[in-house]
């Protein structure tokens, strides 16, 4: 029949078609694998024009800006909790987040309650291994936050190496299935820190330092050093630089994905509030309300400080040979170099 002729002729004409196609087919692929290698790699400011895509497809994510986190939408309540270290802008963020709508208003915003003995918290334990419940109770008054808001506690010393373990293990007793907990981490360069440190301690009068000259200040500082590096003793004054320890300490239990790492150096930018916002799962302002919340909260920061403690050179360079290796390991934990 005609359509049995015609048969053969289109046989052969799918048998030349087929090596074509997958030539085509190959090369579509090789495109498609050249493209998905391209990381992107944006500026801060383009990244929060671009709806920070990149930052949300992976956990691991990391920049500039921050390190890990997620988004968070489920419908729970959040309890925003810092791994905080003293002058690593602790008191910024709450206020920052103090002005955001959804995020509850409290008295306090260091409760020291989740590690560490009852006597050093700011709300009194009822019991001695408080649930969720207790928490609230203690620090909130019993008011829980809806679904959408977040509570805060910003203590900036559940992240030291000392109570990292306590502090871990009180969140995993605890019972979250009411609200969820996340968590946020600001480090600053460990040896700016510490300037920043004793600069606070000079004008409180912590510790006699009230009428301490730069000199002494030094002076102290190698001592604590000193005993840290030979006598292996703990002194919190420089043992809270060395991050990479009590945050692996913390990986090896928590998914990264509940911890936002943010760089002190970008917490005035947009992109970095943009993150912590999302990673809170609050309501992301534009970004002219964030500017202006930021702003806010600078002003207060803006009075010019008279004798602001610099360290020598020589104990500055020792300072930065001791970090040095626990900086190389926080590099790696995180993927990306801050300092």
């Given amino acids: 029949s005609r359509s ?43 990244q929060s024009a671009a709806g920070h895509v990149a930052y949300n497809k992976s956990a691991s994510q990391a920049d500039i800006v921050s390190a890990f986190g997620s988004r968070f939408s489920k419908h729970l309540p959040v309890v925003a909790v810092a791994l905080g270290y003293r002058e690593c802008g602790t008191t910024m963020i709450s206020e920052v987040l103090a002005l955001h709508p959804n995020v509850t208003k409290q008295a306090e915003r260091e409760f020291h309650y989740l590690a560490g003995p009852s006597g050093a918290a700011r709300c009194k334990k009822q019991t001695l291994a408080p649930k969720l419940d207790d928490f609230f109770l203690d620090c909130f008054g019993g008011r829980w ?16 190496v000392q109570l990292v373990s306590g502090f871990k293990k009180t969140m995993m007793a605890m019972n979250a299935s009411k609200a969820a907990f996340r968590f946020l981490a600001i480090l600053r360069d460990p040896v700016v820190r510490l300037a920043s440190v004793m600069d606070m301690k000079r004008e409180r009068n912590e510790e006699d330092y009230g009428e301490a000259t730069d000199n002494d200040l030094d002076l102290a500082l190698w001592e604590k050093l000193r005993r840290r590096q030979s006598r292996g003793l703990m002194p919190r004054l420089i043992t809270d630089g060395e991050y990479a320890t009590p945050l692996t300490e913390w990986f090896n239990t928590f998914p990264k994905k509940s911890l936002l790492v943010v760089n002190h150096a970008q917490l005035t930018s947009i992109a970095a509030w943009t993150r912590i916002f999302r990673h809170l799962g609050l309501r992301v302002p534009s970004d002219s309300s964030i500017d202006k919340m930021v702003q806010t909260v600078e002003v207060k920061y803006q009075q010019p ?19 040095r290796p626990y900086n190389q390991k926080l590099w790696k934990l995180l993927g990306t170099k801050w300092w």
């Fill in 305 to 323: 400080q008279t004798g602001t403690y610099t360290p020598s050179h020589w104990l500055t360079e020792s300072l930065r040979e001791h970090y």
């Fill in 145 to 160: 936050p809806k679904a959408g808001e977040a509570a805060v506690d910003l203590t900036p010393n559940y992240g030291t």
């Fill in 4 to 46: 049995g002729k015609q048969c053969p002729r289109q046989a052969y004409q799918c048998l030349l078609f087929f090596p074509q196609m997958w030539v085509a087919v190959a090369g579509l692929t090789q495109l498609i694998a050249s493209a998905a290698a391209i990381k992107p790699l944006l500026s801060p400011s383009q």
